[in-house]
C-alpha cells in the first residue's frame, strides 16, 4: 500500500519562502510520476507540480501561473518529495497534497496533505 | 474560476441514481480520453474514483461509473448510499504547456 506524508507546511508572511516534503512508503518515487496538488480553504482542487520518473529524466512542469516561484524535486535516496515555494503570496494559502500520478493523467495516492498559511 | 465546469451541487435519495457532469473545451475533457473523478469527504484527502473516462481503480465500487460525450463528461452514481455523501471533483487532461490537469470547481453530492 502507498503511503504519503507531507510536513513543512505553518504560517509564513508574504514574499517568504517555505518548504515542503513528502516521504513515500509503499512505493519509489525514482520510478514513479510525482505531483503536487493544492486546495485553497473551501475551493477546489488546483494542479501545481509534477516531476517525471529518473528513467524518463526528471523532467519537470508547473502551471504557468506559479511558474517561476516554485521548484519541485526529489531526492531518490530518502524517496521524499520537496516543492520549494518562493516570494508567497496569500492566494498561495492552501492544503497542498503530495500525489503520485497513474497512467493517463490521474492521481490514484495522495498524502494528508500539509497547510500552508500566508499572512500580510 | 475553475477550467471545467461542475454543478454546485447535486442529490438524490438513498438506492436511487445521480450522475454529475463536468464541461469542458475541445483542449481538454473534449481532446482526449484522460477525464478523471475524485471523491473528497470533509477534512480528507481526495480519492480517485474513475479514470480514463470510464476505469474504476481497484475497490471502488461498481455503482460508480463514468462516461464522455463530447465536451462533457459524466459521473453516475448508481444505488445511492448514506456514505456517498461527499464532494466530487473532475479533472481532465489539459496538455502540458499551461496546465497537465485541469479541475472542476466540485459538486457536493447530498444523499438525501
Known amino acids: 500500500e502507498v503511503q504519503l506524508v507531507e510536513s513543512g507546511g505553518g504560517l509564513v508572511k508574504t514574499g517568504g519562502s517555505l518548504r515542503l516534503s513528502c516521504v513515500g512508503s509503499g512505493v519509489t518515487f525514482r520510478d514513479t510520476w510525482m505531483s503536487w496538488v493544492r486546495q485553497a480553504p473551501g475551493k477546489g482542487l488546483e494542479w501545481v507540480a509534477r516531476?517525471?520518473?529518473?528513467?524518463?529524466?526528471?523532467?519537470?512542469n508547473y502551471a504557468a501561473p506559479l511558474e517561476g516561484r516554485l521548484t519541485i524535486s526529489r531526492d531518490d535516496s530518502k524517496n521524499t518529495l520537496y516543492l520549494q515555494m518562493d516570494s508567497l503570496k496569500t492566494e498561495d494559502t492552501a492544503i497542498y497534497y503530495c500525489?503520485?500520478?497513474?497512467?493517463?493523467?490521474?492521481?490514484?495516492?495522495w498524502g494528508q496533505g500539509t497547510l500552508v498559511t500566508v499572512s500580510s | 474560476q475553475s477550467a471545467l465546469t461542475q454543478p454546485p451541487s447535486a442529490s438524490g435519495s438513498p438506492g436511487q441514481s445521480v450522475t454529475i457532469s463536468c464541461t469542458g473545451t475541445s483542449s481538454d475533457v473534449g481532446g482526449y480520453n484522460f477525464v478523471s473523478w475524485y471523491q473528497q469527504h470533509p477534512g480528507r484527502a481526495p480519492k480517485l474514483m474513475i479514470y480514463d473516462v470510464t476505469k474504476r481503480p481497484s475497490g471502488v465500487p461498481d455503482r460508480f461509473s463514468g462516461s464522455k460525450s463530447g465536451n462533457t463528461a459524466s459521473l453516475t452514481v448508481s444505488g445511492l448510499q448514506a456514505e456517498d455523501e461527499a464532494d466530487y471533483y473532475c479533472g481532465s487532461y489539459a496538455g502540458t504547456n499551461n496546465f497537465d490537469v485541469v479541475f472542476g470547481g466540485g459538486t457536493r453530492l447530498t444523499v438525501l
Open positions: 516531476i517525471n520518473s529518473r528513467p524518463e529524466g526528471g523532467t519537470t
Open positions: 500525489t503520485k500520478y497513474r497512467s493517463g493523467w490521474s492521481f490514484e495516492s
